[in-house]
């Protein structure tokens, strides 16, 4: 959950004290929970994923992770691209999910 509330944290204005101070919170516990060594009780979950307008699931699981090769390779498609490129983009996206890898990335 720390490293899920750090990545909401670097996407959004402010700082941690900011954060205890819009929420309510003291910042001696909110620290501990950035820092993993504590964990907050579900109405303080709650309230920081309605803060950061997600869901309580995506604060505190572990997230996915993408597929770096078809991430790296979709970086690729721009309006410049060949058709035939383009085309080879897809089949290799297409072979990732025929592999059924849950970490392909869907474009």
Known sequence: MA???QRLMN????SHRKLAADLGFSYTPLSA???G??????DKIEMMANYFGVSKAELVERPH?????????AAYID??????ERQQIIN???????RGSDNYVCL
């Open 11 to 14: 996407g959004h204005e402010g």
């Open 3 to 5: 490293k899920n509330i």
């Open 37 to 42: 060594e504590t964990y907050p009780r579900i």
């Open 65 to 73: 992770k993408e597929n770096t090769a078809a991430t790296t390779i």
């Open 79 to 84: 309006d410049d691209t060949p058709e035939a």
């Open 92 to 98: 290799f996206i297409e072979n990732l999910k025929r």
């Open 33 to 35: 929970w950035f820092q």
